[in-house]
Nanobody, 124 residues
Framework: QVQLVESGGGSVQAGGSLRLSCAVS????????MGWFRQAPGKERERVAS????????WYADAVKGRFTISQVTAKNTLHLQMNSLKAEDTAMYYC?????????????????WGQGTQVTVSS
């Protein structure tokens, strides 16, 4: 059983930075991938960034390319999302997720494990 716990959310002014962390417990082999999703009020949950636990196939949503960086510290079982140049439209609840579908990290349905979420609020 994989358990995920996010931290690092908060309130920041536009142009600022935040670093989200996700503490991972439980075993994941190299077939697993992990990602960050976000969901704003009244909107669907969307994938922000993802990678495979072997460090390959990093992916970013167009809206965050060049501003966000996903990374993992394998020895510490931690996933990070560094968010720079934050915009008001980045305001959302951010979730850490993990999965191992043969189809890959296509969408929320392909992630079996989820954290409880951490709120990010960006004021303009």
């Amino acid at each position: 059983q994989v358990q995920l716990v996010e931290s690092g959310g908060g309130s920041v002014q536009a142009g600022g930075s935040l670093r989200l962390s996700c503490a991972v417990s439980g075993y994941m082999n190299s077939r697993y991938y992990m990602g960050w999703f976000r969901q704003a009020p009244g909107k669907e949950r969307e994938r922000v960034a993802s990678l495979y636990t072997d460090g390959s196939r990093t992916w970013y949503a167009d809206a965050v390319k060049g501003r966000f960086t996903i990374s993992q510290v394998t020895a510490k079982n931690t996933l990070h999302l560094q968010m720079n140049s934050l915009k008001a439209e980045d305001t959302a609840m951010y979730y850490c997720a993990a999965g191992s579908s043969a189809l890959g990290p296509l969408a929320a349905w392909s992630f079996a494990y989820w954290g409880q979420g951490t709120q990010v609020t960006v004021s303009s």
